[in-house]
């Protein structure tokens, strides 16, 4: 039998991983987050505690979910939590909403989440923690990155290689073959037609902007 489910932060991405995990038939039973007060409810589901509750003994019993987004600007965040999560041995399973469609030979790893509508092609390679946001399309033998966001209605065209916590924008197109180092982030919207270095912030008709922050992973 599944295991109850925990999500992990209390915004945007959260209420969407909500929906995804009921429409699963699953059910999630509490919420970590330390923004809201510890026995109050977020959205009808009791909120826990913050990551510390990670520590109690009965944390083994749940499978976890995380429910914030790597956002432009917050490469760690995600990452971080990620790794809080992995660091002491809970699971954080692969989620796939019922109506993407994921091609049997597309590997996914731990934490990966595909969300409605979104669309990943033959033999594409997700790592850790990758995040594929409502209606994004990964064409084949894609490679990406851990931690990486592709955004609602990206298109990644075939054999696109993205590296770690990468954050492609909203409804950008990476034309096939197309490289993206770690740490850089994409506009929403652009097309990207050329390799974009780590660690920049790539707008359409720019020069590449150095990120203000230093890129580590945890
Ligand atoms: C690229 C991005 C991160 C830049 O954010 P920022 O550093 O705060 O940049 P600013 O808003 O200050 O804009 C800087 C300049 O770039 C331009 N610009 C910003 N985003 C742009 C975009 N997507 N396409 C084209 N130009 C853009 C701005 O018009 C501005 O131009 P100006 O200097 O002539 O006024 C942001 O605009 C973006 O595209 N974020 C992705 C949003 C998204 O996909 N969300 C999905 C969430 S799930």
Known sequence: MSKPVILLGHGGHASVMRALIAALGRRVVGVLTPALPVG???????????????????????????????????PQRRAGLFAAVQARGLSLPVWVHPSAVVDPSARLADGVQIMAGAIVQA??????????????????????????????????????????????????????GISVGAGAEIAAGATVHRPVPAAVRWIPGRAPQPLPLPFHLP
């Open 123 to 176: 033999e594409a390679v997700l790592a850790t923690d990758v995040l594929i946001n409502t209606g994004a399309q990964v064409d084949h033998h894609a490679q990406i990155g851990a931690h990486s966001h592709v955004a609602p209605g990206a298109v990644l065209c075939g054999e696109v290689v993205l590296g770690a916590a990468v954050f492609v924008g909203a409804g950008a197109v990476l034309i096939q």
């Open 40 to 74: 109050s409810a977020w959205q009808g589901i009791p909120v826990l505690g913050g990551d510390d509750w990670l520590d109690r003994p009965e944390a083994a019993a749940h499978e976890f979910a995380l429910g914030l987004g790597r956002m432009p600007n917050q």
